[in-house]
């Protein structure tokens, strides 16, 4: 179609809705194409209600006929909602991941625009210290000790909104008692502020930089307003963190913003003070404890630039920023990075290509690279830089295998282990026991019988929780009381078999009654403020033993720790997915990296019934860089990521032959595709079961598609979700594809 004769008189819409197409509606009358830009919210009737949409493209015609499409009723923006290059890398990436496109636009907004809300967040009420309160010292208040923690709050803080008020101090009343007293007042103002730029200040306090910190910063800083990502790996306690910083400082002084995405267990006050105390500008924060109204005014912060630092998780890789000069994403290998359900995209890969689109420099951080991240800056793609010693006077870590075959085990301890925990007490040090698996027991047996309570829906045994008496399914949630006795055999001899977090503190406990301890994980932190709370307690020193899962081991800056403590690792040396020693190897090294952070020794105690396994002996003897480019060389033999690339398509049911006709049936025609295209190097694999066949009361099933070539594998792929949909068994199952998916299980 010539553009002379191109009358736009539809438009192309984007709804929410999980089918694989815009939908057309006429331009309403009167009204302009102009005024109707590509980008705009629009409201637009959907059956019997209405639902609002995004204008994608104009249309001169429609496939339907003319008199079914109906007007769009209103528009609700006057221009485009998102800067031209994110709209455009909006467009890309739900293209490249294969989501139906409203689905991917749309959920990828705040939820109040999503609904069609004004751009505008509305004022939100925060509260400060009054004259008086300012002059009120932490002694006054010594008798409301709620009072006294708020007060030193707003001494740090200066102004905290309601929300932050309940996370971290919890309670309302102390809150109403201060205001009462005249100490306290709520004020409103638009957050942020526009002119940081001019009021920038950046603290002089800063470390000197060893030298490979400032050949780093040198680099990065020597890259600006062009396309270059940059693999910083970094030991960890290497002073990555510090790089960043001084990175980003030109980049703020330019009057640009810097994105910053951070693994959700990132996202601590700890990290958000570290970047206010070298920054004086406002930092939009977006992560998922926020409500809706304070993610629309974070949103907005960085759209209107109101705010100069923008840091975030996964999800924020689509905040529209008014100037962004530069991304980094710390601890770019973490697995949070990539979404798993639903649209699946991986946050990383898109600041990549979003670097590629606003032409940024790009940071990717890490202690343990991804095998892909780390093949690209080994290929020259990316600039590597490294640190291969920890800053300060931090030194190496420690490390020691406890062979634990044959050896008598106390709830999961060996008396070895708890001889070192005492000496590490003793001489003042704190110390960190890992365990990635929560609750009292993972099974509980029948000590008659053997017979396992094992989950109704999953193929999975119930996870004992002692605490609160219940049997739960960490797979799909269902949950019930304890049994008193065996459905089997009757004995009410039932026995929590393996330990889990909730058992090791009851031990830790009792071999170490005079020092409290302190359990991070899923249920500890429940209640919000707690997790704050527990890694504040474990700053000041208030405990000496720390307990959890990921959530206590990664990230975190804990000075005083000097022992940690892998309980377990063996569950992961003989997994059959192929990333399993990736993740293995990743894991060890950040939860080791949480000792001798500052002046002391740090010591890495692991358990285990395989000393000599030769994944354990060669990431201990030769460090995770090694172990790295060991595994990649053994992927390249194997024809694994990132030499090949993947797809995956997975299929559930309640009737497992559904499932698996399905993607016999999908087998088909991609395999005819294949043919027809004469497109080579690429194969299916399978319909197999999934590694765990049955979830949630649905049988699984998977379809792995791999080939030589991103781009064959796209080629291949086009079209054919279409033609699935098609497929009448569609119809009962539930189906997805994931691409470069992460998590095969
Ligand atoms: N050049 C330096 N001189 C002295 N101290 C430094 C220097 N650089 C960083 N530090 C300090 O070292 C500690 C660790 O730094 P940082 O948290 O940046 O490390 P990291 O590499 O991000 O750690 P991880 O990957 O383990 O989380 C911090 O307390 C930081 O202030
Ligand atoms: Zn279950």
Not at 67 to 80: F, G, N, S
Not at 257 to 268: D, F, R, S, Y
Not at 420 to 429: P, R, V
Not at 501 to 510: D, I, K, M
């Amino acid at each position: 179609m010539s553009s002379t004769n191109f009358t736009p008189r539809y438009l192309k819409v984007a709804l929410s809705v999980p089918m694989r197409r815009l939908f057309d509606y006429r331009l309403p009358e009167g009204e302009s194409a102009t005024d109707w830009p590509a980008g705009i919210r629009v409201k637009v009737p959907f059956g019997k209600s209405h639902r609002i949409g995004l204008l994608v493209e104009h249309a001169s015609s429609t496939e339907w006929q003319p008199e079914q499409v109906k007007p769009a009723q209103q528009r609700l923006d006057d221009q485009p909602l998102l800067p031209e290059s994110l709209w455009q890398l909006s467009l890309w990436s739900a293209k490249y991941y294969q989501h139906a496109l409203g689905d991917a636009l749309l959920s990828t907004l705040p939820t109040k625009l999503r609904e069609g809300g004004a751009l505008s967040a509305g004022n939100i009420r925060q509260w400060r210290l009054t004259a008086a309160g300012q002059q009120t010292t932490p002694a006054c208040l010594s008798r409301a000790k709620a009072q006294q923690h708020l007060l030193s709050l707003f001494q740090q803080e200066q102004a905290l909104t309601d929300n932050a008020i309940a996370e971290q101090a919890g309670s309302r009343s102390a809150l109403l008692a201060m205001e009462k007293k005249a100490l306290i007042e709520a004020f409103s103002i638009a957050s942020g502020d526009a002119k940081w730029g001019e009021k920038l200040q950046i603290s002089s306090d800063t470390p000197v930089l060893n030298k490979e910190q400032a050949a780093a910063v040198a680099a990065i800083r020597g890259s600006q307003q062009q396309f270059q990502p940059f693999l910083l790996e970094g030991v960890t306690g290497s002073g990555k963190t510090e790089v960043y910083l001084q990175a980003m400082a030109p980049v703020l002084e330019a009057g640009k913003q810097v994105l910053m995405l951070v693994p959700e267990i990132g996202l601590t006050p700890q990290t958000l003070s570290r970047f206010q105390k070298r920054f004086n500008c406002p930092i939009a924060m977006l992560h998922s404890g926020l409500n809706d109204t304070e993610r629309l005014d974070a949103w907005l912060q960085a759209r209107d630039n109101r705010a100069g630092i923008v840091i975030g998780t996964r999800s924020a890789i689509f905040t529209p920023c008014h100037q962004l000069g530069m991304i980094i994403v710390d601890e770019e290998h973490d697995m949070s990075l990539k979404q798993q359900e639903g649209y699946r995209y991986h946050a990383r890969d898109l600041a990549v290509a979003r670097s590629q689109k606003e032409q940024l420099p790009l940071l990717l951080g890490s202690a343990t690279p991804s095998l892909e991240t780390l093949q690209n800056a080994l290929h020259g793609r990316y600039q590597h830089l490294q640190l291969r010693s920890r800053a300060g006077n931090a030194q190496a870590v420690k490390h020691q295998l406890l062979d634990i075959k044959g050896r008598p085990l106390d709830q999961g301890f060996s008396p070895e282990l708890l001889g070192l925990i005492k000496q590490h007490l003793h001489n003042d040090g704190q110390v960190l026991v890992f365990l990635n698996r929560r609750g009292y027991a993972p099974s509980l047996i029948c000590h008659e019988c053997g017979y396992l309570e094992e989950c109704r829906r999953c193929d999975a045994y119930y996870t004992l929780h002692q605490r609160t008496g219940l049997l739960q399914c960490h797979h799909c949630g269902s949950q019930k009381p304890v049994p008193h006795q065996c459905p089997e055999c009757g004995s009410t001899r039932l026995l929590g078999r393996g330990v889990g977090t909730e058992q090791l503190e009851q031990a830790l406990q009792r071999h170490f009654p005079e020092h409290p301890c302190i359990r991070i994980d899923r249920d500890s932190t429940r209640r919000k403020g707690a997790l704050d709370a527990f890694l504040g307690q474990i700053k000041r020193g208030e405990a000496k033993l720390l307990l959890g899962t990921q959530m206590l081991a990664k990230g975190h800056h804990f000075p005083e720790v000097t022992l940690v403590v892998i309980m377990d690792v063996d569950g992961a040396l003989f997994s059959a997915d192929f990333r399993a020693p990736e993740r293995l190897g990743q894991l060890i090294t950040q939860v080791a990296g949480r000792a001798g952070r500052a002046g002391k020794q740090g010591t890495l105690v692991m358990q285990t019934h395989h000393p000599e396994h030769i994944l354990l002996q060669d990431l201990l003897q030769n460090g995770y860089g090694h172990f790295a480019r060991t595994a990649l060389s053994e992927r390249k033999q194997a024809q694994l990521p990132p030499f090949r690339h993947l797809a995956l398509f997975r299929a559930e049911s309640h009737r497992s032959e559904d499932a698996e006709a399905f993607l016999m049936q999908l087998s088909a025609l991609l395999q005819q595709k294949l043919i027809e295209s004469a497109i080579e190097l690429g194969a299916v694999l399978g319909p197999m079961p999934a590694p765990m066949e049955r979830k949630a009361g649905r049988f699984r099933w998977q379809l792995l598609l791999e080939s030589a070539e991103r781009k064959t594998l796209h080629q291949w792929l086009h079209g054919i979700l279409v033609q699935a949909e098609k497929l009448p068994i569609s119809r009962k199952i539930r189906w997805s594809l994931d691409i470069d998916p992460q998590d095969l299980s």
